[in-house]
């Protein structure tokens, strides 16, 4: 089985504007979660999906949201971008109870 | 609120000794308990998880760890560390029902010396 990929792997993007993550799940795997891992906060649950509903959030301001289509893919977008914005973000699929990650989207604000 | 603290920032061992990560957490009841590796500029791969039963569990890459209710902990070892097990590792925990959110520590860089 393939693994979970993100696209793109790096991006670089100026303050103000918004991206776009986008995460393919193991395929069968109905659950996505994504993280975002910062050197100074470490790893923080964004928010979870399940069969297209946001299922589980974490302490994130509105400008993070995301979405997941029919087939499991599912985006995060973050809007109106700050430098602090600046992180690996990390998606996982799970399947039971086991979460198995993507190589993450180095995202860099400039 | 679940919490995770893993005490060592980072570690030193040389490569054929024995290696312990420490990682306590806060939990009203017996949570879900994982541990993590991540590579530089990786993913985090699973290396074992708890949920219930045998308190010694197995993981990949001949790491093992013990969960320890009386002292909140689930600390990982493997005998003889290889060099190739230097990287970043991370305890996380998650309330039953609910693994697909996790609460990771602030991982322990791992060095391997030869």
């Known amino acids: 089985k393939a693994g979970v990929t993100q696209t793109p792997r790096y991006l670089i993007k100026t303050r103000g504007q918004q991206v776009t993550l986008s995460c393919s799940p193991i395929?069968?795997?109905?659950?996505v979660s994504w993280y975002q891992q910062t050197p100074g906060q470490g790893l923080q649950f964004l928010f979870e999906?399940?069969?297209?509903?946001?299922?589980n959030k974490g302490n994130f301001p509105g400008r993070f949201s995301g979405r997941q289509f029919s087939n499991s893919r599912s985006e995060m977008n973050v809007s109106t971008l700050e430098l602090g914005d600046s992180a690996l973000y990390l998606c996982?699929?799970?399947?039971?109870?086991?979460?198995?990650f993507g190589p993450g989207t180095r995202l860099t604000v400039t | 609120a679940q919490s995770v603290t893993q005490p060592d920032i980072h570690i030193t061992v040389s490569e054929g000794a024995s290696l312990e990560l420490r990682c306590n957490y806060s939990?009203?009841?017996?949570?879900?308990l994982f541990w993590y590796v991540q590579s530089p500029g990786q993913g985090l791969q699973l290396l074992l998880k708890?949920?219930?039963?045998?308190?010694l569990v197995q993981g990949i890459k001949g790491f093992e760890a013990e969960f320890k209710r009386s002292q909140s902990s689930f600390n990982l070892r493997k005998p003889s560390v290889h060099w190739s097990d230097a990287a970043e590792y991370f305890c996380?925990?998650?309330?039953?029902?609910?693994?697909?959110?996790?609460?990771f520590g602030t991982g322990t860089r791992l060095q391997v010396t030869l």
């Open positions: 999906y399940f069969s297209e509903t946001q299922r």
């Open positions: 996982a699929s799970t399947s039971g109870y086991e979460q198995y």
């Open positions: 939990y009203g009841a017996t949570p879900y």
């Open positions: 708890y949920f219930s039963g045998d308190t």
């Open positions: 395929s069968g795997h109905r659950s």
């Open positions: 996380a925990v998650g309330a039953p029902g609910t693994a697909s959110k996790l609460t």
